[in-house]
């Protein structure tokens, strides 16, 4: 168990496949079920634990370790996909029937998996801060400052209160340890690209836009992530069907550092939303035939 990826009580489980899962558990008592992934949770905690107030919440560590069942043509590991269908046999083994998934980031992945695959389990799918790739790149802002060692210029453009993340930041850091933080590139690569869950972009398009899940779109405008993607997060807004996306101006990439409980907010209200079946109508008739192109 990885004890000191989790921030507080730590619990694991051992699936079918033989693969151990280090997780959070919290909101017990709470009937209805959401499920997050990341790599740790330290500073994502307070989301955790605020959706937790209406929640019974599931956090899983996306793992990093073999084996896998999930391989790409050459052999190696679908991070993306292996990390999906984790998430996916998590719930089997705790005999989950149907969750909400949250996930920001990299904890979005799992989610496009079940999303993908499993679409049954989904009751809706908070995608904050990411979505898949259907068009190239706009821009290298985030890539260059990881690859010129800027970190501190990174992380300050990352947050919009620096002083206070970054003590949180470094704090998180030193309880995960030398060897908390796995940055082989091949993780990183997976973690920052959904599309990987489809064999080609192709096939990503037609689903997003014959999409069953309602899905919940939430990127701040000054986060350098989503400005380096715009097109293809523009693409995906305006062609995912049944999408809702909110923009919040002035939030940066690490909006759970700056304002956990905003994004509690914004994940409650879209999921208020789905229950009321906002989304039932535009999810359960056809494509319309002139999809909106970016």
Request: aromatic share 10%; glycine share 6%.
């Amino acid at each position: 168990m990885e004890q000191n990826k989790i921030r507080g009580l730590a619990k694991s489980v051992v699936l079918d496949t033989g693969t151990e899962l280090t997780y959070a558990e919290r909101g017990e008592s709470n009937k209805e079920v959401i499920i997050t992934t990341a790599f740790y949770f330290h500073t994502f905690m307070p989301v955790v634990e605020g959706l937790a107030e209406m929640y019974h919440v599931y956090a899983i560590v996306m793992r990093d370790s073999r084996p896998s069942e999930e391989k790409n043509p050459d052999g190696s590991t679908n991070w993306a996909r292996q990390w999906g269908k984790d998430e996916y046999d998590f719930a089997v083994k705790m005999g989950i029937q149907k969750f909400i998934h949250v996930g920001k980031c990299h904890g979005t992945v799992p989610g496009w998996y079940m999303a993908k695959e499993h679409p049954e389990m989904l009751d809706c799918f908070a995608s904050f801060y990411l979505a898949p790739h259907v068009l190239p790149q706009s821009d290298r802002q985030w890539d260059t400052l990881v690859e010129t060692k800027q970190q501190q210029k990174l992380m300050g453009l990352a947050m919009r209160k620096p002083q206070e993340g970054l003590k949180k930041k470094m704090e998180e850091l030193q309880s995960l340890g030398p060897n908390g933080m796995n940055s082989s590139p091949d993780l990183m690569l997976y973690g920052e690209h959904p599309e990987k869950i489809w064999p080609d972009t192709e096939s990503l398009d037609h689903d997003l836009k014959n999409m069953t899940v309602p899905v919940g779109y939430c990127f701040g405008s000054n986060d350098l992530v989503f400005q380096d993607f715009y097109q293809a997060n523009m693409y995906a807004i305006m062609n995912t069907r049944g999408a809702r996306a909110v923009f919040l101006q002035g939030e940066c990439h690490l909006m759970e550092l700056d304002c956990p409980e905003r994004v509690v907010s914004e994940a409650f209200d879209f999921i208020d939303e789905c229950h009321k079946d906002y989304y039932k109508e535009i999810t359960s008739t056809p494509t319309r035939t002139n999809p909106i192109t970016f």
